[in-house]
């Protein structure tokens, strides 16, 4: 019996930890990009790091080794396929709590301020519902504006989304198994051509 409620206890306690939220708050303005993770109630700052931390890597910090060139345009097309099947699973469980953008088009001359007024709520009104299709959206905020009298445009966005941490973890096993698939794969095909040169 003893064993039954200790059993009980644990899967109690993996169902609640499984439903802690994780997630990312995100905010640019003029002052810079703030990047801040979530979990639960808590947040860490990720970026930009506090400063004791940048001292202390400074120190430990070690010549650079030659590292080899990658491909980062071939590494995108052939992992973002397994990315996007895996985030589509999750659709509409991915929950973007806050998105607020205030966008103010602006340019030397008054014509390419107008043009890029016009630009930013054509492509506003493209991706949102896109947006609001895929992902569950509690608050949104989108505003956008034009000045003739600046020089250059501005933009401030403030946004935060997250998923369970359950949901987290199916997301993290489904990429995993991706590219282990990917990469076995690519190992074969690496092998194949060595046997038939031998085998001639």
Known sequence: MTALVILAAVAAALVLLGQVRLGAAVDYAAQGLRLRIRVGPLQFQAYPRP??????????????KPREKAAPLAQLRRYLPLVADAAGRL?????????CLDFTAAAADPASA????????????MIWPLVEQNFNVKERRIRTRVDFTAQRPDAA?????????????????????????????????DKAPARQKEAV
């Open 51 to 64: 400063e004791k931390q940048k001292k202390r890597k400074a120190k430990k910090k070690e010549p650079d």
């Open 91 to 99: 659709r509409r469980k991915i929950r973007i709590d806050r998105f």
């Open 114 to 125: 107008a043009l890029l007024f016009g630009g930013a709520n054509a492509a506003v009104g």
């Open 157 to 189: 966005l403030s946004a935060a989304a997250t998923l369970t941490a359950a949901q987290a973890l199916s997301l993290a096993l489904r990429l995993a198994v991706g590219f282990w698939k990917e990469q076995s794969q690519s190992s074969a095909g």
